[in-house]
């Protein structure tokens, strides 16, 4: 493997994990606050 390939690949997953890790956090608080009432 090419080292741009590489660090493509280690970017795009970067990307991935924190859309993901912001999607968890916000779906966490909304259940949180649905409990909350």
Do not use: N
């Amino acid at each position: 493997m090419k080292k741009s390939t590489v660090v493509a690949a280690l970017i795009v997953a970067a990307c991935i994990g924190l859309y993901v890790g912001a999607q968890y956090l916000d779906l966490g608080g909304l259940f949180k606050r649905m409990h909350g009432m």
